[in-house]
């Protein structure tokens, strides 16, 4: 699988960088970097390190909305992963809520090295109130956006495709640009899929400019 995808090398690279409790506390905005963004319990924290091939790199907090940091992991000088928050979940209180969701959308509108928002959602109970208030902001920014319908295997394939199928067209109804996959991180469905999307969010491998070849004529 790594031959066929070296981003999937390079995202085993992956290592913590650190933490920022905001916009203006983030590592210099240069190179690339995509994000991880997720309603609490939605599997962000597995989808990360199932495609980092590593089992504890990003941790799920014991506290699920508690900790309201960015989390960066370096994967060279250039690319970095975020692990933004959980977000939507109940028990933090409102004014905790109404902070982070400006600090969200500070974030995802103004940094310009984010290339990409990579969105999860539990596959059977995708897009609640907080997914489309990000998906909107990352609207508003036209900024490029993968969904994960995540722990796919807890239904069977036909059910699992009915609701691929079902946000396809809730997404088109909403006029929503983005695309969307199953994805497991227990049984590594959809990780060639999802490597596919940050190697182009990424830039990985670099694009070489060919030179233009030389030739030499040998008659006068």
């Known amino acids: 699988m790594s031959e066929q995808n070296p981003v999937l090398t390079l995202l085993e690279k992956a290592k913590f960088m650190t933490s920022a409790p905001r916009l203006s506390a983030c590592p210099p905005n240069i190179g690339f970097e995509v994000a991880f963004a997720g309603r609490s319990n939605a599997g962000k924290s597995s989808a990360i390190n199932a495609l980092t091939r590593q089992r504890q790199l990003a941790r799920a907090s014991k506290t699920p909305g508690r900790t309201q940091l960015l989390n960066y992991f370096s994967l060279d000088e250039e690319r970095r992963l975020v692990d933004l928050p959980g977000y939507g979940y109940a028990a933090v209180p409102m004014a905790i809520k109404l902070a982070w969701q400006k600090e969200l959308e500070n974030y995802l509108i103004k940094r310009e090295s984010l290339q990409g928002l990579i969105v999860l959602m539990d596959v059977r109970h995708p897009l609640q109130k907080y997914d489309e208030m990000l998906l909107n902001w990352a609207q ?8 994960l319908l995540t722990k796919a295997d807890k239904l069977n394939r036909s059910p699992a495709l009915a ?17 969307v996959q ?17 190697a182009q969010w990424l830039h990985y491998p670099p694009q070489v400019e ?5 030739t030499t004529d040998s008659q006068p």
């Open 182 to 198: 199953l994805f497991s991180a227990l049984q590594k469905t959809g990780l060639e899929d999802a490597a596919d999307v940050l």
């Open 210 to 214: 060919n030179e233009a070849a030389i």
């Open 140 to 147: 508003r920014r036209q900024l490029n956006v993968h969904i």
């Open 163 to 179: 609701a691929l199928q079902s946000m396809q067209k809730q997404l088109k109804a909403k006029n929503i640009v983005a695309t």
